[in-house]
């Protein structure tokens, strides 16, 4: 490779940095911490963050577009490169920060994988469970599960109706939830 192949983008980048940013945007609504009752903490917004990405992650997967499989994984890179950088912003030393964002990258696949299950199968039930696990260390709020998991539904029935080529160009919005 030559010394410009160490300034060249990867396929897909700008756009991946641009979807996670709206998964990121649409995770910090306050009605999360204020209504639903997400801690507000390191892990109950990483929580939500990977509730969001996940969804668009399986979103883009699913598309039958031969491009999908590489703008997924741009998405899954803006994500770990960004907790790499606020760990290092959080004073996580160098030698700790690669096993921690391997910990994370095992939660967020753990959790992507059993929300897209349950949303496949219809199963929003086996949703605001997993989602009880995860979110809220399995004591939520009355009601809080269960509605984190119909708007879980709603902003992935959303994704789906998002044309591939909006995302390929890193556009995507997240269906506001409703206070």
């Not at 960004?82 to 095992?106: C, F, P, S, T, Y």
């Not at 967020?108 to 299950?117: K, L, S």
Request: aromatic fraction near 8%; include cysteine; glycine fraction near 10%.
């Amino acid at each position: 490779m030559g010394l410009l192949g160490l300034f060249t983008r990867k396929p897909h980048e700008r756009a991946g940095f641009a979807l996670y940013g709206a998964a990121v945007g649409a995770a910090r609504q306050p009605v999360f911490f204020a209504e639903l009752g997400v801690p507000d903490t390191l892990d109950g917004r990483f929580d939500l963050v990977a509730l969001h990405t996940g969804l668009l992650v399986c979103r883009i997967a699913r598309d039958p577009d031969p491009r999908a499989k590489d703008l997924a994984q741009a998405v899954f890179d803006a994500m770990f490169a960004d907790m790499d950088v606020n760990l290092r912003e959080m004073g996580v030393g160098d030698l700790a920060v690669g096993k921690r964002v391997k910990r994370m990258w095992e939660a967020f696949h753990g959790r992507a994988q059993a929300y897209e299950a349950a949303l496949r199968t219809g199963d929003e039930a086996g949703l605001a469970g997993a989602l009880a696990r995860n979110v809220w260390r399995g004591e939520p709020p009355e009601g809080s599960a269960p509605r984190l998991a119909a708007i879980a539904v709603a902003a992935d029935a959303a994704l789906d109706r998002v044309p591939f080529a909006e995302l390929v160009a890193g556009r995507v919005d997240f269906p506001p939830v409703p206070a």
